[in-house]
């Protein structure tokens, strides 16, 4: 604690009330922050909650250790990366990534939905991302989660005006990204699952300029994952649950689901226990079966729900 304050100049309760403020006074200008932009003191996230992507894992705690440690990079002639771009399909844990490493730094999160800020406030996306970027110089050791930051880019179809808005905005965020690059309290995360529609010259050196992949997992993967939603499901029932599954089996079902879709698969095993009861039966503990009934089911619903999901309905 007396580390942090003196890094930061605020005691954390200090701190988290000028997160409080600076939040209420932005939704006075423009409106409801919620699901747009969100402050967290702690994130709930931690790397134990974070199955497969090992490189993914290293790659951060390199940064929770370049955040925690600033003078090391001095020491050694250079400076920690300026800013990281997150990127690969959606559902693989970019998001769950960044949250773990704020609490892994002890850092503030700073919680920017891209998609929702633009699609909100587009020409006024500029005014309200500058704000950010001026409270988060001034809020000590902190992330700045640009999340989804390919939407900075407004849909080709809109009209010229906006699209020079757009262009606007995308210059207007590489100079702050520009301009807090140099402080080594702070740093710049974004994500994408559309690498390709990310603007070039946000990933300029200065920039976001450590790529770290987020691929979907494998076989060995989905192990480990399917197990962390098992065991995190137990931990707030304070029993089992689960049978003695047959995982293979289990996972041999689950191909082209991502770790979200299996994420999603253990609560609807668990669901339909609820359900079970609700109806006055004495259900059993989730069995193989009753998981792969779960995943056919959810098959059947998950294109509806990545549509909505991932914003093709808005
Ligand atoms: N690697 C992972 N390990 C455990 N759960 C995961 C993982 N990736 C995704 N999930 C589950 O899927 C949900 C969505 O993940 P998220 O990080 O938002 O994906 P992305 O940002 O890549 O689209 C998480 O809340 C979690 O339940
Ligand atoms: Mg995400």
């Known amino acids: 604690m007396i580390a942090r304050k003196m890094l930061t100049g605020h005691t954390p309760e200090l701190l988290r009330r000028k997160c ?3 939040l209420a006074r932005l939704a006075k200008r423009f409106g409801d ?11 709930e996230v931690s790397f134990a909650d974070i199955g497969d992507l090992a490189h993914a894992k290293q790659e951060i705690a390199g940064l929770v250790f370049a955040l925690q440690s600033p003078d090391l990079h001095k020491k050694w002639g250079t400076h920690p990366p300026n800013g990281v771009l997150l990127y690969g399909p959606p559902g693989t844990g970019k998001t769950l990534l960044a949250m773990a490493l704020a609490r892994e730094a002890e850092a503030v999160f700073f919680h920017v939905r891209v998609t929702n800020v633009v699609a909100k406030w587009y020409a006024d996306s ?9 409270q988060v110089k001034d809020s000590g050791r902190c992330i700045l989660f640009l999340d989804e930051i390919d939407d900075l880019v407004f849909d080709r179809a809109a009209p010229e005006e906006m699209r020079t808005a757009s262009r606007r905005l995308v210059s207007s965020v590489a100079e702050q990204l520009d301009d807090i690059g140099r402080s080594g309290d702070l740093l710049a995360v974004a994500s994408t699952n559309r690498p390709d529609a990310v603007d070039p010259t946000l990933i300029r050196p200065g920039r976001l300029d450590r790529l770290i992949e987020v691929p979907l997992p494998e076989t060995e993967g989905k192990r480990e994952i399917l197990k962390i939603h098992m065991a995190k499901a137990e ?14 089996a289990v996972l041999a079902r689950t191909v082209k689901l991502n770790s979200a879709d299996l994420a999603e698969v253990v609560r609807r095993s668990l669901e339909e226990k609820v359900q079970q009861e609700g109806a006055g039966e004495e259900p059993t503990p989730v069995t193989t079966t009753d998981m792969q009934r779960a995943i056919e089911n959810y098959r059947k619903t ?9 914003g093709q309905y808005l």
């Open 20 to 22: 409080e403020d600076f």
């Open 33 to 43: 922050m919620k699901g747009k932009i969100e402050i967290s003191m702690r994130p």
């Open 126 to 134: 500029l005014e309200v991302l500058q704000e950010v970027f001026t």
């Open 235 to 248: 931990a707030i029932a304070g029993r089992r649950l689960f049978a003695e599954l047959d995982v293979d």
């Open 302 to 310: 998950k294109e509806i729900i990545e549509k909505i999901r991932y």
